[in-house]
Structures are given as structure tokens and as C-alpha cells.
């Protein structure tokens, strides 16, 4: 066990830069998940719509969406490090005003916070994803995402079981104060931290002064470099479905199995454990970077097969584990994809290329979750049949992935491989 985890353990404990930015991830995420069902119960308590609780989610991601394009021109632009600080303080303050929200008629402010702390976040996820591959080197960017896939699962895991608990037993405001002090210590830590990066020439600041100029080079960028194109697509593909059948969750958890924010804590739990476990598991499996590609498709078939399974079930204890299965699948399917953007895609483009994925990936959930919503507001569908709907449609999905993107991945890793001299490196 111990050889298992060298690597992981010697990188936070060798690497100061990497460790102050794996600490302030920590922390800021167990304040997030920590607190997303303190918003849930605050919705619900005052309005009791399956919709409404839809459309928070459906808010938080299209808030991203819209801001994702400036923001991704922001990170490439200017100091990530800074921009990281500014981000974390400005939701900190945001999320504890949550407890302004007393009444059903300030239900709305609800949506308009977590627009904003959205916003925030937009320029905060692409900042530090494009700045891992600069405290670490090129062995080490792997083993630093796994790790960072494998406390966000542990921390998600963590915060939202303790969350739902302390929701239920200790009241929403002290849950937003914590919330809020988490942020505040997140960006200590990035303060500590020295990130390097490599700024635009002169010349390409000139050239990108208008913000647009910027934006519209990230999307051309994407459009001539399908190689990076591709692992962008993968997120938003997987998450057309699945983001609607973990909002699905939620209502499982209140009225299949009547268990409320304890429920909800145990299967999200759930997914958090799979999460982490996942790309651990799937790097063992797809040892070759250049099977990668092939390997998302595979994942979401897996995925769509395993939510079909929770759809038929009465049991937490049988949902959980197939959740469980479902989430290895879905973090494997993060942290390849992720990976393969860092490796591909340059510095000063980075930042614009995340920022796109963002945009393609809470499009797409902000649909998916739309979608299930209104099925369920208007009794088109049980909560068992949407779900096992959107299951077979991520199948389907996986099924069509393997057979349209897959082939002009092998076609480029030939193309690379043929290029290189003799006794060179091959595509991993």
C-alpha cells in the first residue's frame, strides 16, 4: 500500500506550490459541498416546487455558462494567482448572505447569489486547473489530478454527509458562516503560493485588447486543434445526462425513499466515493494516454448502465453502491479528459480552453436538469422512468462516441506518432 501511495504523498509533501493549491481546493470545496444542501433545504422550506429546485441548478450552471468566455479571457490575460484570491473572498462574502433569506418572498434572492458566487467561480475553476500543469512537472500532472479528483470526492464525500446532518440538526445559518470562512481560508493559502505562467507577449496583449478578440481566438483555437477539441467535448457529452439524473437525486432521496437531507447526504456520498475511486481504477485499467479517448466512451456506457440499475431500486444501500459504480466511471471520465486539455492545449490558451469546456459543460447540464425538471413538474414521466429515460439516452451517448470521435483520435495519434524521429517519444 505504501508504494501505491508514494507517489501522491511525495508530491504534496515535496512540491510546497502544488501542496498550498491541493490545501485551498480542500478547503474551499468541503465549504461548497458543505453548504449546497443548506441552499437546497432554504428553497425547499420556502417553496416546496420540484421546479424551483430544479431551476437553482439550473441558475448556478448557465451563470457559469454566460461567464465563462470572459472569464477564460480574464485567466489568460492577467495573474491566475490574483485572480484566484479576488474569487474566493468575493463568494466568501456572497454565500453569507443566504441568511438574509427569511420569507418566501425573498426566496428570489437565492438565485441572484448564487448567480453572482457562479460568476466568481468561473474565473476561479479555470485559473487553478490551468495553473496545476505549472507547480508541477510532466511526471507529476497525472498523479496531481488524480489527487485532486480524489479529495474532491473525499471532501464531497465528507462535507456532504456531515452537511446534511448538520442542515437538519444544527440549522442553515451557521452552515453559510462556514461556507463563507472556508473561502476566506482558501485564499490564504493561494496567497502562500507561487504560481508560475507564462503571460501573452506585448504583442498578443495589443492584439487582445478588445475582450471579444480574445474570446473569439479560444474558439477559433478549439475549432483548428480538434485534437484539444475533442477531450473539451467530454465533460459536456457525459453531463448531458448525468447531470440531470444527480438532480434526480435529490428527489429520490425526499419521496422514493423518504429520507430527506440524510438520505440525499448518503447517496451523494456515494457518488463522491466512486468519484474518487474511479480515476485511480480507470488509470490501472487505460495505462496508454492514447486510449483515453476510446475509454470515456466506454465510461459512459458503464455510467448510463448503472443508473439504469438505481432507477428500479427501493433500497439506499443497493442505490448507493450502483451510484457508487456510476461515479468511478464519471471521475475517470473528468480527470482523463482534464489531463489530456493540460498536456495539449499551451499556456496562454489554457485558460480560454477551460473556460469553453466550462461553457459546453454546464450548457449541457443546465438542459439536462431543465429537462428532467419539467418531465417531473408536469407528470410526464415517474422520477424511476426519467431517470432510466436519461440513463439509456448516456448509453446511447457512449454508443456514439465510441463510434464517430474515437476513429479521428486513432487517426491523429498515428499522425503524431509517424512524425516523430527516430527514437522518439511516443503519444502516451
Not at 454566460?66 to 489568460?76: E, H, M, N, V
Request: proline share 3%.
Amino acid at each position: 500500500m505504501k508504494l501505491k501511495i508514494k507517489p501522491y504523498t511525495d508530491l504534496v509533501k515535496n512540491n510546497v506550490n502544488y501542496r498550498r493549491l491541493w490545501l485551498a481546493q480542500i478547503v474551499s470545496n468541503f465549504g461548497d459541498w458543505f453548504g449546497i444542501l443548506a441552499v437546497y433545504a432554504v428553497i425547499q422550506k420556502y417553496s416546496g416546487s420540484e421546479f424551483l429546485l430544479g431551476l437553482i441548478i439550473v441558475v448556478k450552471m448557465l451563470s457559469l455558462a454566460f461567464s465563462s468566455p470572459l472569464a477564460g479571457y480574464i485567466t489568460d490575460r492577467f495573474n491566475r494567482r490574483q485572480i484566484m484570491i479576488i474569487s474566493d473572498i468575493a463568494r466568501g462574502l456572497l454565500v453569507l448572505c443566504f441568511i438574509l433569506i427569511t420569507t418566501s418572498e425573498l426566496l428570489w434572492l437565492a438565485y441572484v447569489i448564487t448567480a453572482l458566487q457562479m460568476v466568481f467561480s468561473a474565473m476561479f475553476e479555470p485559473a487553478k486547473t490551468s495553473s496545476i500543469p505549472n507547480v508541477t512537472s510532466e511526471k507529476e500532472l497525472v498523479v496531481a489530478n488524480i489527487l485532486s479528483a480524489a479529495s474532491w470526492s473525499i471532501i464531497f464525500t465528507s462535507g456532504m454527509a456531515i452537511g446534511g446532518f448538520a442542515t437538519a440538526y444544527l440549522g442553515t445559518d451557521l452552515v453559510f458562516i462556514i461556507n463563507g470562512l472556508s473561502y476566506g481560508l482558501s485564499s490564504v493559502f493561494i496567497y502562500r503560493a507561487t504560481i508560475p505562467q507564462k503571460m501573452m507577449s506585448a504583442s498578443e496583449k495589443a492584439r487582445t485588447v478588445n475582450p471579444l478578440t480574445g474570446i473569439t481566438e479560444g474558439f477559433s483555437f478549439l475549432k483548428n486543434n480538434t485534437h484539444v477539441l475533442r477531450p473539451a467535448m467530454a465533460k459536456g457529452t457525459f453531463t448531458m445526462c448525468v447531470g440531470a439524473m444527480v438532480y434526480m437525486l435529490i428527489i429520490i432521496a425526499e419521496e422514493v425513499l423518504m429520507l430527506g437531507s440524510i438520505g440525499l447526504g448518503i447517496l451523494y456520498a456515494a457518488r463522491g466515493v466512486g468519484t474518487g475511486l474511479g480515476p485511480v481504477a480507470g488509470r490501472r485499467i487505460f495505462k496508454l494516454e492514447s486510449g483515453w479517448i476510446r475509454a470515456i466512451g466506454f465510461f459512459m456506457i458503464i455510467c448510463g448502465l448503472m443508473y439504469g440499475f438505481v432507477s428500479s431500486m427501493n433500497s439506499i444501500v443497493l442505490m448507493s453502491l450502483f451510484v457508487m459504480l456510476a461515479h468511478m466511471a464519471s471521475g475517470s471520465n473528468w480527470v482523463f479528459s482534464t489531463v489530456l486539455l493540460q498536456r495539449r492545449a499551451p499556456d496562454i490558451f489554457r485558460g480560454r480552453v477551460f473556460s469553453i469546456e466550462w461553457l459546453i459543460f454546464t450548457v449541457a447540464q443546465s438542459v439536462s436538469v431543465m429537462a428532467a425538471a419539467l418531465i417531473l413538474e408536469f407528470e410526464l414521466l415517474t422520477i424511476r422512468q426519467t431517470m432510466a429515460m436519461f440513463a439509456g439516452l448516456l448509453v446511447v451517448s457512449g454508443i456514439a462516441w465510441l463510434a464517430l470521435v474515437v476513429p479521428k483520435e486513432d487517426t491523429y495519434s498515428e499522425n503524431v506518432n509517424s512524425t516523430l524521429p527516430a527514437g522518439g517519444k511516443p503519444i502516451m
